[in-house]
């Protein structure tokens, strides 16, 4: 069974840094490519950052392009997403999710999420 | 980027009903679509993907279908548990962009 758990969330003031980990189990972890999706409270879903398998190549949104950076631990099944420069509109339900086993960048596995608030 | 339009952004239906949730894309996403489920206080689930393949696990009454730019999903036979929001999401361009959600409850 596929399991993705976050964790590393927390209440940080604005320009402070945090870094969220996931840890994957089910499969093989250092055969997939893995995303961070974000969900703003009341709000819809946002795409944030992806990493190929062997982390060769990372996508990032806009928004968080050169605050945040996506990496992997393949020896340890983990996906990190290290925050910095957190701004209040970062605050938001932080998701890890699996690429889908076929073509295409979809997300076929979530976890739970991780809460991030950012507020002085 | 690719803007995803989702509509109606809700919808209240009747236990049995068939429903149907329409996604279009700004322009040509060539059937990278897919559809996911979020249930309150729980994370989204995956329905649909390649705009018409279901999913591993998920009920024969969600189907997917559409082309180019316009999408649709379809829930027959309408269940309780499928109370929830339903977004579309595109993976035809970078970036990957989610349509803005439909909150389907219970008439």
């Known amino acids: 069974e596929v399991q993705l758990v976050e964790s590393g969330g927390g209440l940080v003031k604005p320009g402070s840094s945090l870094k969220l980990s996931c840890v994957a189990s089910?499969?093989?972890?250092?055969?997939?490519?893995m995303h961070w999706i974000r969900q703003a409270p009341k709000k819809g879903l946002e795409w944030i950052a992806l990493?190929?398998?062997?982390?060769?190549?990372?996508y990032y949104a806009d928004s968080v392009k050169g605050r945040f950076t996506i990496s992997r631990d393949n020896s340890k099944n983990t996906l990190y997403l290290e925050m910095n420069s957190l701004r209040s509109e970062d605050t938001a339900m932080y998701y890890c999710?699996?690429?889908?086993?076929?073509?295409?960048?979809?997300?076929?596995?979530w976890g739970p999420g991780t809460m991030v608030t950012v507020s002085s | 980027d690719i803007q995803m339009t989702q509509s109606p952004a809700s919808l209240s239906a009747s236990l049995g009903e068939t429903v149907t949730i329409e996604c279009r894309a700004s322009?040509?996403?060539?059937?990278?679509l897919a559809w996911y489920q979020q249930k309150p206080g729980k994370s989204p689930q995956l329905l649909i993907y390649?705009?018409?393949s279901l999913h591993t696990g998920v009920p024969s009454r969600f189907s997917g279908s559409g082309s180019g730019t316009q999408y649709s999903l379809k829930i027959n036979s309408l269940q309780s548990e499928d109370v929830a929001s339903y977004f579309c999401?595109?993976?035809?361009?970078?970036?990957?962009?989610f349509g803005g959600g439909t909150k389907l409850e219970l008439k």
């Open positions: 999710a699996k690429k889908g086993d076929t073509y295409g960048w979809y997300f076929d596995f």
């Open positions: 089910g499969f093989t972890f250092s055969s997939y490519g």
């Open positions: 990493i190929y398998y062997d982390s060769s190549n990372k």
């Open positions: 322009e040509d996403i060539y059937n990278g």
């Open positions: 390649n705009a018409n």
């Open positions: 999401q595109q993976y035809y361009d970078y970036p990957w962009t």
